[in-house]
């Protein structure tokens, strides 16, 4: 496994892997990697020939007062991982050498990066809309894979995929979970004994809802304030938004018909975590369904 620092390096060998025919699969990722980041790579390496794994803390992603500065870097252990379950590339560059002094064009994906975590986090997507679309061209893959945990974040990177004409097949892979229910993420490990069993509310919630939409409940809202509801029983959680919204426009709804996705984002403690449920009622009948095979808006 080969671990490159330099992007003009990974852009150099990316050219000559495009020449010699092979075919590329990324996995962009911000490190501190756990078993959901693990499984990405499998959604790739059926049919590639090179797994790239980016390793990058963003800082263009974070806002003032998040936590940039604490959040958990270890390219040593991450390597270590990426090593045993078959990467062939780690890209691991250092902001200085992404950012170059004078840097400043940003990709706005506009409509989608300003709701829901756009609104209480402000340029978040367009920070991640900019180094995706660098590592697009640092990388050159035929293939990239986000997890549905970001759920938001995949459906804009969808768009701006379609609206920038990239060659690049984006793929979805399902949200990892532990044994409780709790979706992996990087920031779970924030969170002490109290407030992981609190975070647990937020998978319970959403299956609440989803058996309150079984029983034959399709009114929007009434399914947000079920989910709010049973969120609130958390003494340290702090909702910052619930909702059920169009899979492709991000556009809340009002009553529940076809496919959807009901999302949300809270506080537990310091940590923000989301969570998220796409689901496809047919027919009086509902069914979860995976984010991927939710088609994009068609554009030509
Ligand atoms: O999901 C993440 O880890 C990040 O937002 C990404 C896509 C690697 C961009 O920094």
Redesign the pocket.
Known sequence: MEIIREPERMQALALRLRREGKRVGLV???GALHAGHLSLLEHVRRDCDVIVV?I?V?PI?FGPGEDLERYPRDLEGDAEKLREVGCHVVFAPDVGSVYRPGARTRVIVEELEDVLCGASRPGHFR??AT??TKLFHLVQPHVAV??QK?AQ?AIL?QRMTRDLDFPVELRIAPIVRDPDGLALSSRNAYLDAQQRSEALLLQESLRSAYRLVDAGERDAEILRRHVREHLSSGKQLRIDYVDLVDAQTLRPLRRLDGRALLLLAAWVGKTRLIDNLALEVRHNEVREVALEHIPGEETR
């Open positions: 962009p990722t911000m980016s990058f963003n992603q920070g991640v180094i995706v986000f997890g970001d974040q990177l």
